[in-house]
């Protein structure tokens, strides 16, 4: 299995054998996506056809790791599946309590029990439409088809999925629903496992946790997008608490309100401090301490809390936990807080929050007293979405840092100081965030040994290539190995084109070199280190690219052309490399509604608009819709419409106007809906940017 890492990635046999052990144990959200666990619960899995010969649990482990290079080498980066349990009865933590990606489900409109679902979602009791892994653990006994489920194997994950159920984090607690895989998607998992999931026999029943509480969701939870800018706010100086609504439809996800108030706005952030659902969950916005931008001339003094729904839609839960928020705030800022709502701010001139919570904060806020579980932070200022805490910890410790960070997943000044460290060995700011930039550097600096070179943007072959191209002398040797002979040679390259001579090929060297020598096609470089070569053709093939690239980790022209094919599906630049940019697209997609984009208003285009604006998904265009989306358009555009059900030049050109606000798509606003802007909306509804 190292043998295979080392291969593949250019690490030393050593190196790739302390990776395979160190990985194996280090849990992280592989998709940065949202991760309710709440709202589902649990899909049960089984390996898949023939038998496994495991009579000890070191042989588990073997197989175990198998599987683990095959998910590494593919599409995930990593053990897909939550938790593995193996005959003996033993417990393997795969994701653990972080959001897995094992649960796999139809594509877009192919549910044939529910065409309207969303790729890979599936539809639950009070929730309605959630995502497989975004609201469901997965755990993998460790059988094949030919193989009876032990009574150890069975008794433990019943016992497990109780302690998923019961978890002390309620945030991270799995709701009571216990599914087989089989339950919305086309397969045969969980095999022998099946009757025992359909009979109850691996249900320990609805568990019920003593003590009413509510939590408040964590950012990294609803998968939000760092802020541009941050403004701490002391809780000492807030003297307000302010109440709004979203004016939209309950069904908005708090990603689509995130993403309108940085695209659409042109926010730092999501406005709110937090958010309230119709379910009565809290969610993380900006936090206690930061500064809004909810309400002109209040951000700083008042926190502002968003009911996530319309006029009239606000239900006894959710008022109970806005009320039950405005105590906890005022307990931690230690005075009673001023009870206020948008509207009545002096210089307010809003509606917000409508008549229905403007009186109910006007008669004092009635509702449950629940008490709040404060879920620590990422404390100072860390970022998890992209790699989890224990593994930046690990990372920093593997390059050498003094003295060795403790490995607890708590972001505390301490593991600020470290990632700020690593981050100036590996050549990037030193802001203490582990975000893409920093992944890149990090895995080409451990790619290349530590020797200084950059392959973020372009191979250490393609670079080799480039540097002989513009002539240096004597020609470096193309072998793909970042020594000092090629470490020159950019050096040179760079002062050719202008630029500072670090050695360190970054955008600024790709660009200049591009226009220097007007190369647009493939260089014959690849960027891997964000995802290796076999992840990408495994992604490529996935969006259903033909014919399918063949899986063999080999970078050419026929994976360049399919990784350029991929980025247009995503809506990023299609210049082959998959870089932060092309990531970040990628899994918004996944995560969004995967239409093609193909420039067709067809049915699966249809609903999910449908869904964006909150009505019936049922892939009509009919006059409901088209006031619903004009509607949409006021409310997030300013568009002035008239509401009438007549989409006419003016209805398309507000959208037009809209989608070019949130996703830059360029479009001419023309008010002609043609294939080009119809590819912009279905680019837009996949990134939950319409």
Known sequence: ??????????????????????????????????????KGGVFIHYEGGGSINTPSCEDCKYKIAEIWM????????DLAYNYVVCQHGTIYQGQGYQRGEANGGYPAGQNPADPTLPAQHIRVPTYGVVGRNAAFYSILGLISANDQPSSALRTTIRDLVYHLRSYSNPDRRAGNLLYPHQHGDATDCPGPLLPYTLDGSLDPGVVVVPGPQVSIIPRESWGARPPTDEYPVALSQRTGFTVHYSAGPPTQTVKQIQNFHM??????DIGYNFLVDRQGWIYEGVGWNHRGSHAVNYNTTHIGVCFIGSDGDATAAAKSSIRSLYYKASELCGRTLNATYHSGLPGASTACPGNDLRNWVLGGMDGEDIPIVVTPGTGSGGRSDIRSVVSQQWAVNLLGYTPRLVEDGVFGALTLAGVKWLQGVVGVE?????????????KAYVAGGGGGGRTDIRSVRGQQTAVN????????VVDGVFGAATAAGVSWLQQQLGLEADGLWGPMTEDAYRERSGETGWSGGANATIRSVV????AVNRLGYSPALVVDGVFGQYTFNGVRWLQEQVGTLADGLWGPATESAYTAYLNGETLVVDGVFGTATKRALQR????????????????ATQRHLNLWADAGLVV???????????????INTMTRAGLVTDGVWGAGTTRALQTALNQEKF
């Not at 009438?644 to 809209?658: E, I, K, L, N």
């Open 612 to 627: 964006a604006v909150g009505v019936e998904a049922d892939g009509v265009w009919g006059d409901g819709s088209k006031r």
């Open 430 to 442: 030193a802001d203490g965030k582990w975000g893409p930039i920093t992944e890149s550097a990090y």
């Open 1 to 38: 299995m190292a043998s295979n890492l080392a291969q593949s990635s250019g690490l030393s046999y050593y190196e790739a054998e302390e990776v395979v052990l160190s990985r194996l144990s280090v849990p992280r959200n592989l998709t940065g996506g949202e991760w309710t666990p709440w």
């Open 644 to 658: 009438d059900g007549v989409f006419g030049t003016g209805s398309v050109q507000a959208m037009q106007r809209h």
């Open 263 to 268: 695209d659409g706005r042109g926010w730092p």
């Open 469 to 476: 191209n513009l002539g240096y002398q004597p020609p470096l």
């Open 535 to 538: 992840q990408q053709q495994t």
């Open 70 to 77: 095959d998910h590494y080498l593919g599409e995930f980066g």
